[in-house]
């Protein structure tokens, strides 16, 4: 994995932990999402990034709102 990719990865796990005010492990479940679907993810707005992490999430039932 490039340095890149590691960064966002990073930093979406860091973000959205925070956001949803859960810790890092509880979201480390979308390591596995993030790097196969970099290529696209890293081109769309934080907004929507946001949102398709918690949608997945729901779809993994971690995420129970």
């Known amino acids: 994995m490039d340095t890149k990719t590691l960064e966002f990865v990073t930093y979406c796990i860091s973000k959205l ?3 949803l005010k859960m810790s890092q492990r509880e979201v480390y479940i979308l390591y ?3 790097v196969p ?3 696209v993810l890293h081109t769309f ?3 929507y990034l946001v949102q ?3 949608d997945f ?3 993994k039932e971690v995420l129970h709102q």
């Open 32 to 34: 596995d999402y993030i």
């Open 17 to 19: 932990a925070q956001l």
């Open 37 to 39: 679907s970099y290529d």
């Open 45 to 47: 707005s934080s907004r």
């Open 52 to 54: 398709n992490f918690t």
């Open 57 to 59: 999430m729901r779809e």
